[in-house]
Every structure is written in C-alpha cells, then in structure tokens.
C-alpha cells in the first residue's frame, strides 16, 4: 500500500524539520519527504495502483507519538484494561507505541508473560507494545528477573513500576546489568518508609483534608540515591513519572556533571496541584500524588528546559469498583493514554513548549530513551505517523473513551487540539478525518 | 431559622451566621434535658440512623440520646470495617439506608472524606461524627458552646489546642470553629504531631506547653492514642507526660478564670493531671451535657423543624 500525505505541515525534530512538505509512505516506511510529490498514480484518490492521497492542509504531520510509561493490566485485571482495548485507546490518543509496565498477574517476569503481551498486540494490531519486564521476580524487590531471557522474549526495559526496588545492591546490579545488555532501567522513585499509609502530598492542603501525606522527599531521597547509583556505575537510569521541584533539582544538578539520567513527568503533574483534592474526588488518588504549585512550575520548567526528557502518561486504567470508595481505600491512578496529548498541547498553547519541543518530549526522546524505532520521520524509517489538528476543540468525554476504565479527573476540560489520525507501519489504524482510507 | 445545606460535614465550609444559630438553637434545648420528663415530641415520626463504622459509646450515645429526645426513633448501625472486607462498600450501604428512607444519617468513619461521599450520594441530611483525622464538627459545636457559656463571648479569646494535632479531627474543627468566632489559636505538641504546614491555617505553633498556655483563656487538651508510641511519635509515654502533661503549674501561667476542656475519654496522668481534670477549671462534664444539646439543635434544624 502506498500512501501520500500532501499540503501538511511536517514537524520532525529529529531532521530539523518544520515547514510544508509531502510525505510519501511504501510498505510501511518512509519512502519520501519532498514538497509537492506527484501522486505515484495520477491525481485520483485510490487510482488503480492502490495509492491513497490524503489531502493534510492545516494539519500537522508528526512522527508517532510515543507512550513510554501505561498499564495494560492484561494478564489478570483484564477488567481494567486489556491489551486490546489499551492499544485502541493508545491510537486514539495518537500515540503509535506504548510501553506497559510489569505488574500485571502474573508479573511480566518471565519470558511467556513477556510472549504473550507481545502476541495480544500483535493481534490487535493497533499501537506497537513493548513489554516492559520487571527487574525483579514478582517484584519482590530481592532476586533479579532474567534480563538476558526476557530481552531475547522483546521486552524493551525493566522497572518493577509500581514498587520501588528498596535494596540498594538489587538496584546496583540491576543498572550494571540492564547496562551490559544496552537496556534501559525505568525507576519507580519511592521511598515506601517515608511514603507509607500516605494518599495525598503532604502539605496545608492535606493537613487541612486530614489525609495521610506522602512527603516530596519520599520521592526525593530515592531519586538521589538511583543518581549516585547511575554515577557510580557509569550506568544510565530513566527517573519515572517526576513531580517534585527538588526531583527537577536533583536531576538538573546530575545531568549538570554528565551523570546518564533521564526523566518523564505525566500530564497531571504539570496540569494540577493537589488543590484539587478538596473534594475527596478518588479520581485525582495518585502515585506520585498531586504536588504544590511550585513544584507543578518547577516540573513545566524542566519540560521546557529538557531537564525532564518525555511527557509519558502513567495510564492506570481503573475499573469503577477501584475508585467508588471511600478515598483512604480507593486505588491510585488515573487513565491518560486519551488526555496526555491535549494536556501537552496545553503547554504549547500557553507558550512553554514549542511544538517541536512537544515531538521530542513525546516521540523523539521516548524511542532514544527506549532504544526502539521512532521519533523520527527519516526516509527508510517505519511509518509512524500521528496527525494532529491544532484548532479542534473537543471536550473531554470519558463515555466516549476506547479503554475500558473512566477514572479521569478531567471529565467535561475543554481541549484544543487532538490527533485526528494515527498511521502504525503505513497502515491507518485510527482516524477522524473523513476522507481517510 | 434553617440551614443552607443539607448537611453538616465540617466547620470549615459553615458559615457564622449558621454556628451562631445552631448555638442559640442549642442552648435552647438544655433546659430539656433538665426536666424531668426529657422528652418533647418535636421529631415524632422522623427516622435517623446512627452509622458507625468505628467504635465511639460516647459520640453514639450523646446522638442516641438527642434523637430520643426529641421523639424520633434511632437506630444505630454498627458497621465495622470488617463489612468493607466482605465486600459491602460504603456506596452500597448507602443505597441500603437511602431505600429505607430515614431522615438523618449520622456517620462516624475511620477514613476522611467518607461523610463527603455519603452525601453526595442520598437524599437523606447527613451529620458527619467524626471522619478519619479531618473534622469533628459536632465536638467543635458543642465546645463552642460551653466556651460561650462560661466567657459570654468567643470573640477576642485566646485558646491553646494541645496534644496530637496531625491526627485530631477535634483539633481541626475547633481551629476552624473559633477562628469563624473570632478566637486567636494556638497548638502545641510534639513537632511528630504536628500537621505539615498548619501555620497556613493561621494558628500559632509552639512546641512547649509552658509558652502554648500563658495567657490563655481557654486550654483544649486532645487525647493521646496510646499506640502512637509504637509508630516514634514520641520516644515514651513517661517523657510525653513530662512535657505535656497539664498541670497546676500550667494553670499559674494561664490567664485567670482559664476553662481546661479535653473531649474525652482521658487518659488521666498523662493528659491532665488527676486534680485539674476534676478541679474547678476543669469544664469537661458540661462539654458532654452540651454535646447532646448540640447534637439536639442539628437534628431539629436539619429536619427543618419549627418551634
Ligand atoms: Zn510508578
Ligand atoms: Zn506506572
């Protein structure tokens, strides 16, 4: 199948790229950037060779939008969230990859989990899926997965997310590991002595709530300590999922004297504060939980100065039993695979990112980061497209989402901007326009 | 003479003008409970259900009582958390009462924001007892009341809150409640129980009783959970007395006529000495004579009944 995608305006930052240029798609790569490409078979839409041109004026052309961080929960909370329905909210959000975390049931820590996740994608044949395996055997924190195994099986990273990896050696011998193997380490930051029985940050608003806080320094002191690890071993560490203004400082600071560190922060974090809670609304429960202003500042900051190298959701599909409880009880994480790319375009609208600055927080330095294909729209490359229209206004409506959970605080937030198609491999496998194939 | 909202799930989002109503509302009703006969037929026919989902005689019985009093029919319904395990959610019970049609729902629960949800969820008023460490409005109420009764005003006094503020929700509605009325608030505790950032709650902070309660008017002493030994919030229950124990000398460096007040139960010696929780500036039993006056007025305002 050939694809033409003409009159669009082509936002690659990894060529440099952002002006009017066609895109020409052949066997699922990229065959061609030029301006005005002829259609390969005459001017007609699906003329006989079977081309499709796709008319792109007053859109934007992107490389695939990249999902570093997302639960699947598939195997074992397929009420939740499957594969399936998790990849189909994925394309919708415009995002043409996902990486899912490790704590399902069984734990991605062996090769047959990491098999099967791979096969269920494949069989949906939306999003690309790439499993992330834990670092440790059922994420007990004690005894390291089989890295060499589970890289052969395709998974792409490690992180036991969800936990942290308390003991320091387990987490030494990981990175060196992870290293060895060129595999990238993604680091649920807690320390779960400090951040224990908590539900919320601590701060004047949970005083004032009577909740449990979690202090900024539960995450704090372990970023610090997963800093000195990577320097000390000279190995590199992903920092996931980054809220607080002494995080961003930690990180600043490391990346300042060359320490391989990288970071991702999620739309929430740069989108609330934990002003929000005064309701007791279960669906703004999350871990991390919602900082102060200063630290929302600190972490749009480090988005724009690239102290924090992706925007990744934390998709934490929950069903409605999870969360209609009494908020002590109620499960943390919220869905974002169909709200993280209006939220980023949010911080492009109020100027803080450029819009290719908003392509490399959420296509190019996802794929660097993840060592896989894409963020890059080079000619030979895989034809992951996203489409976005920048002027759509839409509201958010959870009723309407692909994943099988709604626990979204975002209900009814006016949005502009959308993706509007997704191509994964030349294929279309979400759109909105209507002179789509 | 009625309330804005259906329910009364804090201080904190009551306005003045409504405590000040539910006061006079209250101290109109004492003389009931003086009478012999303690019973008038003001909510003959009206339902309310005592939901607890943690253990509390006294704030049950204080509501039981107000309710008999004043003709309704009270059932309590003791919900431990053991339910929760089996599976009943809060929202199901819920659906379960507001079905049988009561008139109040009274809730005390372990985990803050559960009397928010109930609310939002029946028709039905609903009287927060006490949720998790976030607020205990009736407490607050009925000390409010016992203050104004003894100062003739709450406007101008200064009052120390003492003891385990992180997690006291009688510590959180009375801040609220007599800052509204015009009280300047002083905590004190262990630096361990003290609430993050609480000075944003426009309270003075001290960590010494001795400076907490000079010049005061008001000492308000909280009960200590014992168990929080175990959890370092303070090294012994030896040393916490030392420090934190109100005694006579206390007492000296306080304004004159002070009012000691603690919401029960005591644990006498290591809150309140012996002699003060039973001496003349101790106002303890009129707080609890006050509370089922108090718990009296919200049952009769929240039915929207006339007098
Ligand atoms: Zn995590
Ligand atoms: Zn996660």
């Not at chain 1, 991702?264 to 504060?273: I, K, Q, R, V």
């Not at chain 1, 999870?322 to 492009?348: Q, Y």
């Not at chain 2, 950032?197 to 005061?216: C, H, K, Q």
Request: glycine share 8%; net charge neutral.
């Amino acid at each position: 199948m050939t694809l033409l995608l003409k009159n669009g305006r082509l936002v690659d930052p990894s060529q440099d790229i952002d002006g009017p240029l066609d895109i020409l798609i052949r066997n699922g790569k990229v065959a061609r950037i030029a301006r005005n490409i002829p259609s390969p078979a005459g001017k007609n839409r699906k003329a006989d060779s079977g081309a499709t041109v796709l008319d792109m004026k007053g859109l934007v052309v992107v490389p695939g939008l990249i999902d570093m961080h997302v639960h699947l929960r598939e195997p074992g909370f397929e009420y939740k969230e499957t594969i399936a329905t998790g990849c189909e909210a994925a394309v919708a959000g415009g995002f043409t990859a996902v990486a899912c975390m490790a704590n399902t049931d069984p734990v991605n820590d062996n090769r047959s989990v990491t098999e099967f996740i791979l096969r269920k994608a494949a069989a949906c044949g939306k999003a690309r899926v790439y499993p992330v395996a834990s670092i440790t055997r059922n994420l007990e924190g004690k005894i390291l997965s089989e890295f060499w195994d589970l890289k052969e099986a395709g998974a792409a990273a490690f992180s036991d997310d969800g936990r942290p990896v308390t003991n320091g050696t387990v987490m030494r011998r990981a990175l060196e590991y992870a290293h060895s193997l060129d595999m990238p380490v993604l680091s649920h930051s807690e320390d779960p002595t400090l951040s224990a029985g908590g539900v919320m940050n601590e701060s004047l608003v949970s005083t004032e709530l009577g909740l449990r806080g979690i202090p900024a320094a539960a995450e704090e002191t372990m970023i610090a300590r997963d800093i000195l690890l990577a320097e000390y071993t000279r190995a590199s560490v992903h920092i996931c999922h980054v809220t607080t203004a002494g995080s961003v400082r930690l990180i600043r600071e490391a990346k300042a004297r060359g320490v391989t560190v990288t970071a991702e922060t999620a739309p929430h974090y740069f989108t609330l504060t934990d002003e929000a809670l005064k309701d007791y609304d279960t669906n703004l429960k999350v871990n991390p939980p919602l900082r102060s202003t200063a630290d929302m500042e600190a972490v749009r900051e480090a988005l724009r100065d690239g102290t924090i190298d992706a925007v990744a959701s934390d998709h934490a599909p929950h069903a409605l039993t999870d969360k209609a409880v009494e908020f002590d009880l109620a499960a943390f994480g919220m869905v974002g695979l169909e709200t993280s790319l209006g939220l980023t375009l949010k911080l492009v609208h109020k100027g803080i990112l450029s819009l290719p600055e908003l392509v490399v927080r959420m296509s190019v330095r996802p794929a660097q980061i993840l060592r896989v294909p894409g963020g890059t729209l080079k000619p030979g490359s895989d034809a992951d497209i996203t489409v976005l229209d920048l002027n759509r206004f839409w509201t958010v409506d959870s009723g309407s989402f692909r994943s099988r959970s709604r626990n979204t605080p975002f209900q009814d937030m006016p949005m502009k901007g959308r993706a509007v198609m997704t191509i994964v491999g030349g294929q279309v496998v979400y759109r909105e326009l209507e002179n789509a194939p | 003479m009625i309330l804005q909202k259906k329910d009364i799930l804090g201080i904190k989002d009551l306005p003045v003008e409504e405590i000040a109503i539910i006061l006079d509302t209250a101290e109109s009703f004492v003389e009931v409970s003086s009478r012999e006969i303690k019973k008038v037929p003001t909510l003959r026919g009206k339902t309310i259900i005592n939901l607890f989902y943690e253990a509390s005689t006294r704030t049950r019985t204080s509501f039981e009582i107000a309710g008999k009093r004043l003709s309704a029919d009270t059932i309590n319904i003791s919900a431990s958390t053991s339910s929760v395990v089996k599976g009943e959610t809060l929202i199901d019970t819920a659906k379960n009462l507001e079905a049988m049609n009561p008139d109040v729902i009274v809730i005390r629960h372990s985990a803050s924001g559960a009397p928010h949800m109930l609310a939002r969820m029946v028709r039905q008023s609903v009287i927060n007892a006490g949720d998790g460490s976030n607020e205990h409005p009736t407490q607050a109420l009925l000390d409010l009341m016992t203050i104004r009764a003894k100062k003739g005003t709450i406007t101008g006094l200064k009052v120390a809150i003492v003891g385990d503020i992180a997690h006291s929700r009688v510590a959180r509605s009375n801040i609220y409640g007599l800052q509204k009325m015009g009280a300047q608030v002083t905590v004190a505790g262990p630096a361990t129980m003290m609430p993050r950032d609480i000075e944003g709650m426009g309270v003075e902070v001290r960590t010494s009783l001795e400076e907490a309660v000079s010049g005061v008017d008001v000492i308000m002493m909280l009960r200590i959970q014992l168990e929080r030994q175990q959890q370092n919030f303070f090294p012994s229950l030896r040393e916490y007395a030392q420090h934190y124990c109100l005694s006579r000398r206390h007492l000296d460096l306080a304004g004159p006529d002070v009012l000691v007040m603690h919401p029960g139960p005591i644990n006498r010696g290591v809150e309140i000495a012996p002699e003060i929780a039973d001496g003349p500036s101790s106002v303890i039993l009129e707080q609890v004579t006050n509370g089922v006056a108090v718990r009296m007025a919200l049952l009769y305002l929240l039915t929207g009944g006339k007098q």
